[in-house]
């Protein structure tokens, strides 16, 4: 899916279609803390098999990350979405929808804001996983961006998102903690304001074994709005996006054909 134009859209967004037809619409993929682009890879496949195969995939590779290792991470909320936006500007000639996961259904109710701020088209639907409603508060304390190195990567562990060879690996871990620790703060720094519900169908995913995300606090996400709201369930813990892959792709690919 890697795009190689060094157009600004581009660099954050990474391209690829699920089929030989031509795009009649776009689903734009933000991935959980510390994510990359590469969460969504293969997907295009998948969502081919699904029989969505006019649809263009959009994966959020943001700086830090990846090929833009190079680039230092945003620590805010407000950078992020600033970012997003610009990038999303050339890409909303057609209709689309947003997936987010986690910290990326934050920045993806976050961007539709926005969106709707400046006029610009907004998002068809928008769906959100495993990611508390935006209300909430999403600090902990003591606040994990700060934690040392020992118990950030504790930390870690008792997520169970950091394979444990990456965790013992310090080439990797140097790559990886500056990513994790700007992606915790823009989390920990989030507050969100208060606007009206957004005029966009939603629909919030959440896993039955998930020690993160609550059942309230997924379905406080009717609250951000106006247009309609359902929930739905996943066995697995908070990444079930991995477990379960096959199962949400269905799922998206259902919630498409609506746009």
Do not use: N
Not at 152 to 180: C, D, N, S
């Amino acid at each position: 899916m890697a795009a190689k134009s060094t157009e600004s859209h581009d660099l954050y967004w990474q391209r690829g279609v699920a089929g030989p037809e031509p795009s009649r619409k776009r689903l734009f993929l933000f991935p959980f803390a510390g994510g990359s682009a590469r969460l969504f890879h293969g997907w295009a496949e998948c969502f081919r098999r699904a029989g969505a195969d006019a649809v263009e995939l959009c994966a959020l590779q943001l700086p830090g990350r990846d090929e833009r290792h190079r680039e230092p991470a945003l620590k805010s909320m407000e950078s992020v979405v600033a970012a997003v936006v610009d990038a999303l500007r050339p890409l909303m000639d057609l209709p689309c929808a947003f997936f987010g996961y986690s910290l990326g259904g934050l920045i993806a109710f976050e961007t539709a804001r926005r969106l709707r701020s400046l006029g610009l088209p907004q998002p068809r639907r928008l769906i959100v996983a495993a990611s508390p409603a935006p209300q909430y508060d999403h600090a902990r304390s003591p606040l994990i961006h700060r934690l040392s190195h020992d118990d950030f990567i504790a930390e870690l562990r008792r997520f169970k998102g950091t394979p444990e060879v990456v965790l013992q690996t310090p080439e990797l871990l140097e790559l990886l903690l500056p990513v994790l620790r700007a992606d915790f703060e823009v989390l920990e720094t989030y507050q969100c304001r208060a606007e009206p519900p957004l005029a966009v169908p939603l629909t919030a995913l959440g896993g039955l074994s998930d020690d993160e995300v609550s059942p309230e606090s997924l379905a406080d996400w009717s609250l951000q709005t106006s247009a309609g709201f359902q929930m739905q369930f996943f066995a697995g813990d908070h990444f079930f996006v991995k477990t379960h892959q096959s199962q949400l792709v269905e799922l998206l690919a259902r919630e498409l054909q609506s746009v």
